[in-house]
């Protein structure tokens, strides 16, 4: 076996690694081996090994013993062009904050030099993280939001990108003229997506939320899902103020849910179509979680948004324990830390507080179910859209990984490999990324021994 202390480029992407390695086999089960071996033949996973096969030991070698391999982070709910002001406006609530910051801002779009300025620092700063695919919200501009899906094409990183629909109750900067010019300007940037051939980014169909869009815009919308077989992506159940004001514009539907249902925007009980992820859930009812179990909708939970707009919480262990998928999303600029590590402590620290501040009686999330919904369970809706399934090291599994040096973190006493894990997360430092792996491609890293 040839030892990595020699860089070595490899193109056909078989190599192996060797270190603490972790990942979810289920949604409360986490696997650890120490001093294993976790081999990737062709971009794709073969499996962890206490003992390198036989098969696998021609392949090179990159040794990080004593450092942690877990699976990279999936983002399953992030608006690239809000990353410019993550941080500011965190008093206000959801409507306000929306009106006062996010929609001036995501309004300069319009200018293509302003959008890869902006959208060129985000993508750097994702790239050095964390995460390892991500399912983005741009702008209603087609040609920002191509430049952006170039960008995250370039990085290497794998991300579906959508081109926003609003044609009502938008300010008149960010409000498109019909849905009938809504509509030909996704029609057009779908052909422009098609046009590029992209390998790692995807277009995903994009209605704001319900309050911005019209039901003709939404019919539309269904067909072309329809049409094209598109995933899906939007917000739902967010705010109080938001459900009652879908209420009052779709009052025959009888909920959030529903309404999207009857848009044919809502996932479907059909196999091979592909999934739909709505953002928050943070009001949804037994009826509206019924009903997402039922059509395969996931669920993207966004902790630190939730808070910092006064949301809520979101009824984590009732959309798990109702089998809804499920995954996490950072929610950028609602949440200000775009690493799905900080997303993962903050869904446990809130589901901590459901007892003692709403008075519901409920186990709040473990380590285990973060660690999952972080990486196999948003790694899911990518598999689901045919483009890989992700988060693990389950053989067949696309090789997305992350090496960590966590010696930073020594203690006195002996840790575990999962109370490594647990403190990974909680202090999220992207400085102890030693190399980051998408489908089995270094797209970043430090050491540059680890160069396969």
């Known amino acids: 076996m040839q030892d990595m202390s020699i860089i070595i480029e490899m193109k056909n992407k078989n190599f192996v690694i060797k270190g603490d390695i972790c990942w979810?086999?289920?949604?409360?089960?986490?696997?650890?081996?120490?001093?294993?071996?976790?081999?990737?033949?062709?971009?794709?996973?073969?499996?962890?090994?206490?003992?390198?096969?036989?098969?696998?030991?021609?392949?090179?070698?990159?040794?990080?013993?004593?450092?942690?391999?877990?699976?990279?982070?999936?983002?399953?709910?992030?608006?690239?062009?809000?990353?410019?002001?993550?941080?500011?406006?965190?008093?206000?609530?959801?409507?306000?904050?929306?009106n006062n910051h996010a929609f001036p801002e995501e309004a300069k779009y319009?200018?293509?030099?302003?959008?890869?300025?902006?959208?060129?620092?985000?993508?750097?700063?994702?790239?050095?993280?964390?995460?390892?695919?991500?399912?983005?919200?741009?702008?209603?501009?087609?040609?920002?939001?191509?430049?952006?899906?170039?960008?995250?094409?370039?990085?290497?990183?794998?991300?579906?990108?959508?081109?926003?629909?609003?044609?009502?109750?938008?300010?008149?900067?960010?409000?498109?003229?019909?849905?009938?010019?809504?509509?030909?300007?996704?029609?057009?940037?779908?052909?422009?997506?098609?046009?590029?051939?992209?390998?790692?980014?995807?277009?995903?169909?994009?209605?704001?939320?319900?309050?911005?869009?019209?039901?003709?815009?939404?019919?539309?919308?269904?067909?072309?899902?329809?049409?094209?077989?598109?995933?899906?992506?939007?917000?739902?159940?967010e705010n109080r103020r938001e459900g009652e004001w879908v209420g009052e514009l779709c009052p025959s539907s009888g909920g959030y849910g529903a309404a999207y249902r009857d848009f044919d925007l809502f996932g479907s009980d059909l196999p091979g179509e592909a999934p739909t992820v709505m953002a928050h859930c943070v009001w949804s009812d037994e009826k509206e979680i019924a009903l997402m179990a039922q059509r395969g909708v996931f669920a993207a939970h966004c902790p630190q948004s939730n808070a910092n707009l006064s949301s809520g919480i979101a009824p984590m262990r009732q959309i798990l324990n109702a089998g809804v998928p499920a995954g996490l999303g950072s929610d950028v600029a609602g949440g200000t830390n775009c690493s799905i590590f900080r997303a993962m402590s903050d869904a446990i620290q809130v589901s901590k507080l459901r007892r003692p501040v709403l008075g519901i009686d409920e186990k709040a999330l473990t380590l285990e179910e973060a660690f999952y919904l972080g990486t196999a369970g948003g790694g899911a809706f990518f598999g689901k859209a045919g483009m890989g399934y992700a988060g693990s090291f389950e053989p067949g599994c696309d090789f997305d990984a992350l090496v960590l040096n966590d010696t930073p973190l020594a203690a006195p006493f002996k840790l575990s490999i999962r109370s490594r894990l647990e403190r990974a997360i909680y202090i999220c430092d992207t400085r102890h990324i030693e190399a980051k792996f998408v489908r089995g491609k270094k797209i970043f890293g430090k050491d540059q021994r680890i160069n396969i």
């Open 24 to 98: 979810s086999t289920g949604l409360n089960t986490l696997q650890t081996m120490h001093n294993a071996f976790l081999v990737c033949v062709d971009g794709k996973s073969a499996g962890a090994f206490s003992r390198l096969p036989q098969q696998y030991a021609p392949l090179p070698l990159a040794d990080c013993s004593g450092k942690l391999v877990i699976p990279g982070l999936v983002d399953l709910h992030i608006h690239a062009p809000q990353f410019a002001f993550r941080g500011l406006g965190m008093d206000l609530e959801l409507l306000d904050w929306l």
């Open 110 to 237: 319009s200018s293509l030099a302003y959008a890869r300025k902006a959208y060129g620092l985000f993508v750097d700063h994702i790239r050095h993280g964390p995460n390892t695919r991500m399912v983005v919200f741009a702008t209603i501009h087609v040609p920002a939001t191509l430049a952006l899906a170039e960008l995250l094409e370039d990085s290497g990183m794998v991300s579906m990108v959508g081109k926003v629909n609003m044609d009502r109750n938008s300010p008149d900067d960010l409000r498109e003229q019909s849905a009938a010019a809504s509509l030909a300007a996704t029609r057009q940037w779908l052909e422009s997506f098609a046009a590029h051939r992209f390998g790692r980014s995807r277009p995903i169909l994009t209605p704001r939320f319900i309050p911005s869009c019209s039901d003709d815009l939404m019919r539309s919308l269904g067909s072309l899902r329809r049409e094209f077989n598109l995933p899906v992506q939007s917000h739902i159940s």
